[in-house]
């Protein structure tokens, strides 16, 4: 749960320097209100450079122009330049202190400097002006994952999703939040209702994928990765997740009606046949990735988990690679304490 985790904490604290829909529209003359908007679709369209010369010119033109300013703060966050988002947001909030753009923007720069407790305080002021303004819930949701308050963390975020139900990011962070929170089963459920509305979204595929695999629940791990494989043929960990998930699969079909390693041929072909995955052609792919992944603790384990789900006696036989077999217990010996699952991560996404 821990990998899972880590690799999804950075969906949430990406969070902490957004700056999307913080900018107020105001009325501005003639030329200044062309100018606005060129800056604007130059800053929607990643072209944060330009952005920040025209929003620059505009807001030493027109001072008095909070838009432009405003603008300029979230052109200079994106831009990585926190320091100058600060002044340029604090010299708005000056002017117009319930303009909430620019609170917004002075929520992403201190988020960016991991001014946690300042942070919180501009963003929260942010919402008391406008209480859907999605930037400043974002801002708030990552700061909150900085500190590891996932419960706060997981408030925000639902109301973010409240505010943009469409937005697959969002479901993403609801989820990992959730998986942060120990409900795994939450969080795919959480990720399966994002799917209803974005069915061939890869991350939330993946997201699902991974988490099933954390859960042991081989099928689900094999079903979503091979989906998300299917839209996204160039992601490699996904790739690389469908392979572990299918071999598990395979391995432990052999292993119930077998027994443990080496398995024949024409075992194999038939293994292969009863299990029929796209993507994966014969019997020498299968015997590429087992010789690939068996050495693996977490695939060992995993394998265990499989067979004794599908023939508990065939646990035992399970061989270690590289380790002679364990000798018998003796009568009457204590069963060993199961192994405990993974702590909490120190962050969530």
């Given amino acids: 749960m821990k990998k899972l985790l880590s690799a999804l904490l950075t969906v949430t604290l990406l969070f902490g320097c957004k700056s999307e829909d913080a900018a107020p529209k105001e009325d501005a003359p003639g030329s200044h209100k062309q100018e606005l908007e060129l800056a ?12 920040i010369s025209r929003a620059f010119a505009l807001s030493e033109a027109q001072p008095d122009l909070h838009e432009a300013r405003v603008l300029l703060a979230n052109a200079y966050i994106l831009d990585g330049k926190s320091v100058e988002a600060l002044l340029e947001a604090n010299r708005v909030i000056k002017a117009d202190p319930k303009l909430a753009g620019a609170w917004a923007a002075k929520c992403a720069a201190l988020s960016a400097q991991a001014r946690h407790e300042e942070g919180i305080e501009a963003c929260e002021q942010t919402l008391t002006l406008d209480p859907k303004q999605g930037a400043a819930l ?10 590891k308050n996932w419960k706060k963390q997981g408030e925000m975020l639902e109301r973010l999703k409240g505010v943009q ?66 839209f996204a043929p160039e992601r490699t960990e996904v790739l690389q997740l469908f392979q572990r998930a299918f071999t598990v699969k395979v391995a432990a079909v052999l292993t119930c009606a077998h027994g443990p390693s080496p398995w024949t041929r024409d075992q194999k072909k038939v293994a292969l046949a009863s299990t029929p995955i796209r993507g994966v052609q014969g019997v020498i792919s299968f015997q590429r990735f087992y010789k690939e ?17 599908c023939q508990p006696a065939k646990v035992q036989e399970v061989p270690v690679p590289g380790q002679a077999p364990a000798p018998p217990e003796k009568p009457g010996a204590a069963p060993a304490a199961p192994e405990r699952p993974p702590a909490a991560p120190a962050q969530a996404p």
């Avoid at 604007?40 to 952005?51: H, I, K, M, N, Y």
């Avoid at 974002?138 to 500190?147: C, F, T, V």
């Avoid at 990011?169 to 998986?179: E, F, H, L, M």
Wanted: aromatic share 6%; glycine share 4%.
């Fill in 165 to 230: 139900p469409d937005d697959a990011k969002v479901r993403i962070a609801v989820a990992s939040n959730q998986a942060a929170q120990g409900d795994t089963t939450a969080a795919i459920k959480e990720a399966k209702a994002g799917l209803e509305r974005d069915p061939k979204n890869v991350n939330l595929l993946f997201f699902i994928a991974q988490a099933s695999w954390e859960n042991d629940e081989i099928d689900d791990a094999i079903e979503y990765s091979e989906l998300a494989v299917k």
């Fill in 40 to 51: 604007r679709s130059a800053l929607e369209s990643g072209d944060v450079r330009t952005a």
């Fill in 138 to 147: 974002k801002n708030l949701a990552g700061i909150h994952g900085a500190m």
């Fill in 293 to 309: 992944f068996k050495l693996e603790r977490d695939f060992k384990r995993r394998l265990k988990q499989a067979v004794a789900r």
